[in-house]
Nanobody, 121 residues
């Protein structure tokens, strides 16, 4: 009943920028945190960035200074602004949310379907 829908992936040259978007919908009472993970072929999924309901942010060292995570005004969206992209940023990027279901107040972790980011010249 809760889903995350991602968009914004694509092909970009090294040094370029992309902005990923994720919208949460369904039976949501509140969202405690949202974040972005990525997974390259043959590699473990890793946390890229996350943001809590109070605005605290966390970034993996490899993207610090280049990526910015933010929440939308409605608080059901999260964005990842990716600048100065490098080939090693190539991966499927997944949106993640920790939320409280509005029907039963259960705490849930929800994943998006993923959006592919390819950084190549």
């Amino acid at each position: 009943q809760v889903q995350l829908v991602e968009s914004g992936g694509g092909l970009v040259q090294p040094g370029g920028s992309l902005r990923l978007s994720c919208a949460a919908s369904g039976s949501i009472f509140s969202i405690n945190a949202m974040g972005w993970y990525r997974q390259a072929p043959g590699k473990q999924r890793e946390l890229v960035a996350d943001i809590t309901s109070v605005g605290s942010t966390n970034y993996v060292d490899s993207v610090k200074g280049r990526f910015t995570i933010s929440r939308g005004n409605a608080k059901n969206t999260v964005y990842l602004q990716m600048n100065s992209l490098k080939p090693e940023d190539t991966a499927v990027y997944y949106c993640n949310a920790h939320l409280i279901n509005s029907g039963n107040y259960r705490y849930l972790e929800v994943w998006g379907q993923g959006t592919l980011v390819t950084v190549s010249s």
